[in-house]
């Protein structure tokens, strides 16, 4: 990742998704902070305790539709530009459409295995600006 600490905010209601994803994370080195939010809503009481430097976010939560759940995570950024990655078990070409034209740096379906794949999706979202 990059040499200052790096935090990295997990909004998912799978525990054991978010446990091997920060695991991943965590291999990565010590560098790496990461905070994990059960719901939507705690995901955004994190955005605005911890401003992450990235977010990943499951779209499938029962409180609040991950879709309402990245509009809300980028109203509480108010111009704060923090890249967004979705890992997620839902595929519609729609929301990734959606999802890109809202700025979402990434869409990964969640496979076995996938969790690298978001690891280095994080990555080159803080190491190469916006496109």
């Given at each position: 990742m990059t040499a200052?600490?790096?935090?990295v905010l997990l909004i998912?209601?799978?525990k054991e998704d978010r446990a091997s994803l920060r695991r991943c994370f965590l291999d990565v080195g010590s560098h790496v902070r990461v905070f994990e939010a059960s719901?939507?809503?705690?995901?955004l009481d994190w955005v605005r305790a911890v401003q992450p430097d990235c977010i990943v976010l499951e779209l499938r939560m029962r409180d609040v539709?991950?879709?309402e759940v990245l509009g809300r995570i980028q109203?509480?950024?108010a111009g704060?530009?923090?890249?967004?990655?979705?890992?997620?078990?839902?595929?519609h070409v729609a929301l990734r459409t959606t999802a890109s034209a809202l700025g979402v740096r990434a869409y990964i379906e969640?496979?076995?295995?996938s969790e690298q794949a978001v690891v280095e999706a994080v990555r080159?979202?803080?190491t190469s600006p916006a496109g």
């Open positions: 200052h600490p790096v935090t998912d209601e799978q719901s939507g809503e705690t995901g539709i991950g879709m109203d509480e950024l704060r530009r923090v890249p967004v990655v979705i890992w997620t078990v839902l595929s969640k496979t076995r295995g080159e979202c803080l």
